[in-house]
């Protein structure tokens, strides 16, 4: 039986697919295929139910909580640390306001954070990996980062403005929920019981011969040396991605009912488990 796993093309998710992706575990009658979009377009192919598993942003979750589930493993948390905000000097938080900001894409949950943190701003789209040098070229006034960009951007001279995972702890004293695996719903209990053993299985793989998938890993960290690419992969693959805990669970549920009282999401949402 054929799975198709969507995930970003990046060093975290490719360490915690290792194990799927080189067959270093045993999948019985499941065959998994791998598809490597950026996390904005799985938001919106996750829209039409497209993949069995896919990865995306937990802003995405309330519009496709009809058609999948949240597996129990595979989420990206920040642990005081997030997407931030750079500009090409130093701004207050006032100063941010009526600026020119690049994000990547309006289904990101660093979107929906930064609309938390700040009302008023001109959002830009452009790719993820291109904010950087949107900024340092002054086509915005700064630049919202995800991915590896949350530890180069002082090579391009930028300044942090500000980390959304550092205000969100200080706001909530919680985790700050990015992304997330998702199941669909039709594959029925049993297969999605046995996918999410599987998932698990592999993140575990991964954490215990850390070496090897983080060799894999480096294959798609786009130019970091092996410490950097070590150090991004630690901050986004860790005890909270084998399993949420109940304090992730409940900064995932967290970030929903802020993200609805302030109109940021059409309804409030209960994020729903594969287990």
Do not use: C
């Not at 039986?1 to 999948?27: G, N, V, W």
């Not at 090897?212 to 991605?241: C, H, I, P, Q, W």
């Amino acid at each position: 039986m054929e799975i198709r796993i969507a995930h970003s093309p990046d060093s975290d998710d490719a360490f915690m697919f290792y194990a799927l992706a080189k067959d270093k575990i045993q999948t019985g009658k499941f065959h998994f295929s791998h598809t490597l979009q950026d996390i904005e377009t799985l938001n919106q192919k996750a829209l039409n139910g497209e993949y069995e598993i896919t990865a995306i942003s937990f802003h995405a979750y309330p519009y496709i909580a009809d058609k999948y589930l949240l597996l129990p493993s595979g989420a990206s948390m920040g642990d005081r640390y997030g997407p931030m905000v750079v500009a090409r000097e130093l701004l207050s938080h006032e100063n941010l306001k009526g600026k020119k900001i690049a994000i990547p894409g309006t289904m990101t949950t660093a979107y929906l954070v930064l609309r938390l943190f700040l009302t008023d701003f001109e959002a830009v789209v452009i790719p993820f990996d291109k904010i950087m040098d949107a900024v340092q070229n002054k086509a915005v006034d700064a630049g919202l980062l995800i991915h590896e960009g949350q530890l180069t951007y002082a090579s391009y001279k930028l300044h942090k403005i500000v980390d959304l995972g550092e205000w969100w702890d200080q706001t909530t004293g919680l985790p700050l929920p990015l992304g997330g695996n998702v199941v669909r719903r039709d594959l029925g209990k049993e297969d999605i019981r046995e996918i999410s053993r599987l998932l698990k299985e592999s993140i575990q793989y991964a954490l215990t011969h850390r070496e090897e998938a983080l060799a894999y890993a480096l294959r798609f960290a786009r130019n970091l040396d092996s410490g950097t690419a070590d150090r991004f992969v630690g901050m986004y693959v860790n005890k909270r991605t084998l399993d949420y805990g109940e304090e992730g669970r409940r900064a995932v549920q967290v970030l929903f009912k802020r993200a609805y009282e302030a109109k940021l999401i059409p309804a409030p949402i209960l994020a729903e488990f594969a287990d």
